[in-house]
């Protein structure tokens, strides 16, 4: 309203001074107004085209950080824009946008950073519980494999309990004859197993039952085998897979398949027999680039294939032992005639072990080669086999020996020289003096009741029965070692073949008096290995036995307490069951395959021992090819009849591949 006290004036004047302070109110704030938004552009235009600019290089495209920055920077001037109005710093200084652009460079730098390192984390989190996970399975299977092997080992318990429950008692021998049929006797020329009925029969119910065991083992030993190391040289029972030792050159040579032909021809597993002959047939081959032992593959390969030649007739054998022996020949080119160690089957190359005396050969390898390349030699008319090994065997028994006239384990093939004077009838020496008994048993002089020819073997003995053969205090027999003039009171398992081959020698001996110290030696050794056996907690003897006063035919070191198998203590067995028909000798055996069924049965086959001594038997994980050849084949034997692979009518080589005793000694080498 107007003042009521103003004079009234006219319309067209009022209106016209209302309209001009209308003017002058409207351009006043439009003046405002543009002063203001000049202000806005002068302040902060710049830094926002700064940061504008620092967005594309700093590789960024998140809009709503470029809001949070925008408005941060609008409130900040906002606030401080009454207290800066008079203050020169409303002009920014020149490098404030590089500034902020470089933190906003650093924080994403930082950012990417950040990012990586989470995302590594994550990553290994992510291996760690793989990782983990795949751990839980394997356990889970460990687990379950240690559930099926106590299922396992419960089933073979309650059987073992079964069959010793069934287990007759005791009989005597009885003296009646029992016929032995051999499913497997051939009609191809070659050597009947089984001889003329026996003059006296010592077959049982119990001795049958017991040898029918023995089969039984030597059946899953080679079911074993077929299943899950065929062609290989020998099986891992628990692995169920083969291995090889590097005496036969890493190769796949089938060694347990040629080992154990003629244990399946003697015990009738005629079926299994073919199926080896197959083998050997179809793959058997020694043309491969390895190097290999002389002596394993003569007494292994040449004597297995050489008796099977002779059991079955097939002339394939012969041939594969005709090629392997050739392959082996390179090894005899030395300065003596006397083989080096090993020979490459491909190229010829030959050596010695780098550890034996200055690389010398030893007197157990190239002393236990006459009786397979003797018979070579008979059965393909080639003479130079028999006359490379009677070279050797003449060369050696001919030289001149230590004062003591014992022969040293060790010879330089070159020079012809003695090495260590170190003398053994257990390893490194054993098959050297069992050969030279046996080449006289082979070319008919103990069947035929013929002194000469064994010579050698019996001007050997003398200085062993003077020097080696000594007595513990508890009577235990035992046949030491020697270094140089000092004795070695030691005798290892290998030695107590030892008991078997002074049994054999005491047939036709140089005189009574020798005739009977050989038996009555023979049988003590036996004797004494079987001791060993008693005093063992599993039943079974240990790798070395010590007669030093605490130990009497025992170890006391838990390192020489391994059994791998051996078959020396049961052939000892043997030979004295044959000779002397004393039940004893089977019950020895018998107890020696109660002790292997329950503590080496393992897997699919049959395991060593790593400690004898020990109350729980902790088995190794191989089956050696030795066990089939020998082991079982002497267990089988002694609880057969005598006309089986009669002494009068075979000898054993030393992995017991029998072999037909001749009429008379070939003249083939002379």
Known sequence: MLPTHTKPRSTSALFKRQSMSLEKQLLLLICGAFMVVC???FMFVPELMEVQRARPASGHSDQHLGVQTEDRILNGAVNQAPAQQDRSHFVQPPDAGAEQAARLEKAAAEARQAALQVQAERERLQAAEAQQQAQRRELEAARAEL???????????????????QQPQHVEPQVHHVPVQRSSDNTKGGVPVVGAPPAQSYATAQSRERRDFVKGMMKRSWDGYRKYAWGENELMPKAKRGHSAGIFGRTKMGATVVDALDTLWIMGLKEEFEDGKRWVEKHLSFDVSAGVSVFEVTIRFVGGLL???????DPMFRTKALDISKRLLPAFNTGTGIPKAMVN???GASHNWGWASG??????????MQLEWEYLSIITGDAKYAKKVRHVMDYVTKKQRPATGLYPNYINPDTGSWGANEVSLGALGDSFYEYLIKIWVFEGGRAHGRKQGREAFDDAMKPVRERLIQKSKSGNVYVAEARGSHLQHKMGHLACFTGGMFGLASRHAPSNEWSDWYLKTGAAITSTCHESYRKS??????????????????NSNPRERYYILRPETVEAYFYMWRLTHEQKYRDWAWEAVQAIETHCKCGVGYCGIKDVGASHAVQDDVQQSFFLAETLKYLYLIFEEDNVISL??????????PFPIQNSPSDLAQ
């Open 537 to 554: 907690p599993v039943g079974i003897g240990p790798e070395a036995m010590l007669f030093d006063g605490s130990n009497d035919a025992w």
């Open 359 to 368: 690389g010398a050969s030893i007197l157990s390898e190239f002393g236990t």
């Open 345 to 347: 089957l491909q190229t």
């Open 39 to 41: 202000f806005g552009a």
């Open 307 to 313: 008796s099977a030649y002779a059991m079955s007739g």
């Open 648 to 657: 009068d009518e075979w000898v054993f080589n030393t992995e017991a591949h």
């Open 147 to 165: 559930e099926a092997l106590k299922a396992q080992h419960k089933q073979e318990r309650q059987q073992q309990a079964q069959q010793a429950q």
